[in-house]
């Protein structure tokens, strides 16, 4: 373990331990070796080492302070910065944020944010479990951890400007991709990614915006993209591109703007307005859930709902109506 995560580790001990109860310095001293020798397997630390901890952790806003009772000096912890102040619905609503992710419990982040919150926040461990009053029903991906950390890569890649390749499926045919990603959009429960593929000649992205579906990769993994040359090269030639002249180029907020998700037509989008009414209980829904920005009300009584949606014309609208059966009407 490296020194700074060393001394991270010791400033989590100490506010643990400190949280739990008023200690000497000897009781400080001796109950933080015993957990750094029994849980991490490190060599002890220092009085020395200890004191600096300390001045750390009050240079850094806690308000460590010491008080004499019965004779003896105990460290209190009285204090935190600003910044770790929670207000009280932060407190009620962070716990229903992690039942939020209870699809993603199993993933090392998850169970970090939720050590975190126990070890900085003062939270239990019963506190931060919401169940059985919130339950949340969203349907588990397959292999929802690796989607994740694909498009934490994807990401990553897209930052720095640098072209991926990866194996994609597509009608039962497996190749290997090269683009430039722009942007991962996770809708209706799938994951998608948006960029525009690299000419094969010049290397450079062809301006096209194309979409492809992030479960289709058959290794959940992205690569560095390379040029391919005959002359052999002592390393490999790397792919980059400028995000934003692509971004641009691509015209990938206008093409989204009116897409319900992620679909638009590739040589010619048509807008529609469609004229929808909607009755029973996909009233409720329509009310509360707005599809589009585009999205308008107008009509309502106890009967009916009628809406307003312009976005491209194509086959997402059909996808989405579809799920409400004859509760829902084409006016148009």
């Not at 580790?9 to 750094?36: A, C, G, H, M, P």
Request: negative net charge; proline residues 3%.
């Amino acid at each position: 373990m490296e020194d700074i995560s060393k001394k991270r580790l010791y400033k989590k001990i100490v506010l643990k331990l400190l949280r739990d109860q008023k200690r000497t310095i000897d009781e400080l001293l001796s109950s933080l070796n015993s957990i750094l020798i029994n849980d991490y397997g490190l060599e002890p630390i220092s009085r020395r080492t200890l004191d600096r901890a300390k001045e750390s952790l009050l240079e850094n806003g806690y308000e460590i302070v010491s008080r004499k009772i019965n004779g003896r000096n105990y460290f209190v912890l009285e204090g935190y910065p600003e910044n770790l102040y929670l207000t009280e619905d932060e407190k009620l609503t962070f716990p229903l944020l992690l039942g939020l992710l209870d699809t993603e419990k199993s993933m090392s982040s998850v169970n970090w944010l939720k050590t975190a919150l126990m070890d900085d926040f003062d939270y239990s461990e019963k506190e931060l479990n919401v169940l059985p009053y919130f339950v949340h029903v969203q349907p588990t991906l397959h292999q929802q951890d690796q989607l994740l950390l694909l498009a934490g890569q994807i990401i990553d890649f897209a930052k720095r400007g640098q072209a991926i390749q990866f194996l994609y499926e597509k009608k039962g045919e497996v190749k290997m991709r090269q683009v430039a990603p722009l942007q991962v959009r996770y809708y209706d429960n799938r994951y998608y990614l948006l960029g525009s593929a690299i000419d094969e000649e010049t290397y450079k992205p062809t301006n096209l915006l194309q979409t492809y579906t992030m479960d289709k990769f058959t290794e959940k993994k992205v690569y560095p993209a390379i040029q391919e040359t005959e002359e052999i090269q002592e390393e490999d030639i790397l792919i980059f591109y400028d995000y934003a002249a692509l971004y641009k180029a691509t015209k990938l907020e206008d093409l989204l703007k009116h897409s319900l998700g992620v679909w638009y037509n590739w040589k010619e989008n048509q807008l529609k307005t469609y004229r929808l009414k909607f009755t029973d209980w996909a009233m409720g829904i329509m009310e509360n859930k707005k599809i589009h920005p585009s999205q308008v009300v107008k009509e309502k009584n106890s009967d009916f709902l009628i809406v307003e949606i312009t976005v491209w014309e194509n086959h997402e609208m059909d996808y989405f109506l579809g799920r409400f059966g004859d509760k829902c009407e084409r006016l148009n």
